[in-house]
């Protein structure tokens, strides 16, 4: 599977999660609207390591490790806009930070602070907005997925020659 198709699976999987996160504010989920903000932050990093670095995402929650790969990328260092990038990547490397927190304190080393695991309305919408904000900010690094090339289908040769 090329680049270019595994950046587009990874994508999907972020619109899909974005999409998930709406569903959750309808049911009033708060916590779970965190949860899910960071899925598709994730998925979306992780589709732009593949497309920047051409190999397997890693396996790895981290979204701020995810990011600082990405940035020190050849081929992102390469092709990056780099008026845009200093606008929005401190406040990005600040977004991805406040959206471990809420990941990491799903984790049961985390217990002694359960009530940090509760996410309330506000919380939850600010996160989502900042969510998509990011994510619309990273995308401009990266074609739109409708312009990345599918790989062709080669036509079968006849037996016996042309």
């Not at 390469?78 to 406040?91: F, N, S």
């Not at 690094?141 to 079968?156: G, R, S, T």
Request: aromatic share 16%; glycine share 4%; net charge negative.
């Amino acid at each position: 599977m090329l680049k270019q198709s595994k950046y587009k699976y990874w994508t999907m999987l972020a619109d899909y999660d974005l999409d998930t996160v709406e569903v959750l504010i309808a049911g009033r989920r708060w916590v779970y609207v965190a949860y899910f903000c960071h899925q598709a932050i994730e998925r979306q990093l992780k589709g732009m390591y593949v497309y920047y670095t051409g190999k397997e995402a890693p396996k790895t929650h981290n979204i701020s490790f995810l990011f600082k790969k990405i940035m020190a990328a050849e081929d992102f260092l390469a092709h990056a806009d780099w008026q845009l990038l200093a606008q929005g990547q401190d406040e990005c490397e600040e977004y991805l930070i406040d959206a471990m927190f809420y990941h990491i304190s799903d984790y049961p080393f985390s217990y002694k602070n359960i009530m940090s695991r509760f996410v309330d309305e506000a919380t939850a919408l600010d996160l989502y907005a900042r969510t998509q904000k990011n994510i619309t900010w990273l995308r401009n690094f990266l074609p739109p997925v409708e312009q990345v090339e599918q790989p062709q289908p080669q036509a079968a040769s006849s037996p016996g020659g042309a």
